[in-house]
């Protein structure tokens, strides 16, 4: 008879390691199972415990919220959110646009301290960029990008290793007011983090990627470009980076341009040491009608709808080796609705495929035996259903016969139970969605948490503030936390939900 093994407690697991014992990596696991069976027990209840208005928007990362273009922020740790720091006020021109967190990696010896410490990469307006502590505010470091290119967005190319800056594009006014040149649709300036190191600027130009380009992104290395011909191409970056960088640069080093320039300072800024001077080979081409292609799963697959007119509302599921078709890899919610189904790789790294819709969830997973000819096969995991009542349509004919009829409803009417947002909180495991139905009250909302793995519904959270559909809404469920972000005739305003032990 075989013996069952007993579970370490937390005290246990921690002792172990103490003491330099191995297999003690189950800690964080033990840990994060007790935490989600309290937020699914049912004596505990998300209690709102605080909002707060803005009259310009509000962002919410990694238990953080964001007030005042990033001027203010509050941390989400505590029972209720509290002030972390206020930066002091900025001109206009000093305001920061965009931003991102970056989180520091534990494993990694850092040439300083303040490399290892969470830090806010900020774009301001007027072409810097600042590295700032996500605790204090205090500035950690100052890069001046360019005298002459206006910079606009902050993206992600490799979450929390490499970010890109992106510029205006060409044909704007302010493209114009800062001479870019007629071939020269947009710049990009990519850093590395932890520590933050500039890996080059590169111009996209016509010329090179042709004229129907009409906007480029990087994307887990490898630049996408959108063509106004409703096509896309990928192009390594590593192949760009490799063959087209002329120098390398180091911030707060002599530039190898321009004798007696700082690199990253003003009024120099970073020079352009990427140059593309012809097309790199494309390594995969689509042609899809919103200029739209998602890669993922196991093996590699990409979504994309065909820019025919019949294939409209179809999210085509092909795998990424030979472009061929999946069997049953045409997913068609066939949804009657003001707001588009929409589809997306699960974020969990399992390599399957969430396909979301007004009144439906399917899990999908991709099915493909290994070294094999045949296609591979899209199939059902798990499907989350909606609670919908048919609605009769009373009328009485001249006679004064009356006549009960079924008639089409839309199948988001704010009527009936309708899913608006699924949130997946990978620590714990749970797909968080949001449902609205007004039957009850005006605007009411649940969050429902389901099972990931199976779909299993677990627990529903009523929302105390009402879910107007016809404004911007936003969700993010942080393990014990649940944060509402809206957005409402140029006013937003900010719920905070924490999980409470429910009173008796």
């Known amino acids: 008879m075989a013996c069952r093994r007993r579970k370490r407690s937390v005290a246990e697991a921690l002792a172990l390691r103490s003491r330099g014992i191995s297999d003690v990596g189950i800690l964080m696991r033990h840990n994060l199972n007790i935490l989600r069976a309290a937020v699914l027990e049912e ?58 967190l970056c989180q520091s990696p534990l494993e990694n010896t850092l040439p300083a301290p303040s490399d290892h410490k969470p830090c806010l990469i900020a774009l301001t307006a007027n072409n810097r960029l600042y590295r700032l502590s996500a605790d204090t505010g205090v500035k950690l470091q ?23 800056v992106k510029s205006i594009q060409k044909g704007t006014p302010l493209s114009r007011q800062a001479g870019i040149n007629q071939n020269t649709l947009m710049q990009l300036a990519i850093f590395n983090v932890f520590p933050l190191r500039i890996v080059g600027i590169m111009d996209i130009q016509k010329r090179v990627f042709g004229n129907s380009v009409t906007d480029v992104v990087l994307t887990q290395g490898t630049l996408a470009v959108s063509h106004g011909t409703k096509s896309v191409k990928l192009y390594s970056f590593e192949h760009i980076i490799n063959k087209y960088m002329t120098k390398k640069l180091v911030l707060g080093e002599l530039s190898p341009f321009h004798e007696g320039k700082t690199v990253g300072e003003a009024p120099f800024g970073i020079p352009l040491n990427i140059h593309v001077n012809d097309c790199p080979p494309v390594l995969f081409e689509v042609s899809c009608s919103d200029q739209n292609v998602q890669i993922g799963g196991f093996p590699w697959h990409f979504i994309y709808t065909p820019p025919q007119k019949k294939h409209r509302g179809t999210h085509h599921i092909c795998s990424l080796a030979d472009s ?133 519904l677990l627990k529903s959270i ?43």
């Open 43 to 100: 004596k505990r209840d998300f209690v709102k415990v605080w909002s707060k208005t803005s009259k310009s928007t509000i962002s919410y990362e990694y238990g953080k919220i964001y007030f005042e273009n990033y001027q203010n922020c509050y941390s989400c740790i505590d029972s209720k959110p509290q002030l972390l720091y206020k930066l002091p006020q900025r001109s206009k021109m000093e305001k920061i646009e965009d931003a991102l």
């Open 142 to 164: 100052d890069i001046y990008l360019s005298p002459n290119i206006k910079f606009r967005y902050l993206h992600w190319d490799i979450l929390q290793e490499r970010f890109y």
């Open 324 to 456: 061929i078709l999946a069997k049953n890899g045409i997913q068609d919610m066939k949804c009657w609705s003001l707001e588009t189904d929409f589809i997306y790789f699960h974020p969990d790294e399992s390599g399957r495929i969430i396909h979301v819709g007004p009144s439906t969830i399917k899990v999908l997973k991709i099915l493909s035996e290994l070294n094999s000819s045949s296609p591979s096969e899209v199939a059902d995991d798990f499907a989350i259903t909606a609670c919908r009542n048919p609605v009769r349509h009373v009328s009485v004919t001249s006679s004064g016969r009356t006549v009960k009829r079924i008639f089409q409803q839309l199948d988001d009417d704010p009527e009936q139970e309708t899913f608006r947002v699924v949130e997946y909180e990978d620590e714990l495991d749970l797909l968080a969605v949001v449902v609205t139905a007004s039957e009850e009250a005006e605007g009411s909302a649940h969050v429902k948490l389901h099972d990931n793995k199976s779909g299993e």
């Open 462 to 504: 009523p929302l105390v503030d009402t879910w107007d559909e016809t404004y911007r809404n936003e969700l993010f469920f942080d393990k014990e936390t649940i944060v509402h972000i809206e957005e409402k005739k140029n006013n937003f305003c900010c719920y905070v939900y924490k999980l409470q032990a429910r009173k008796n």
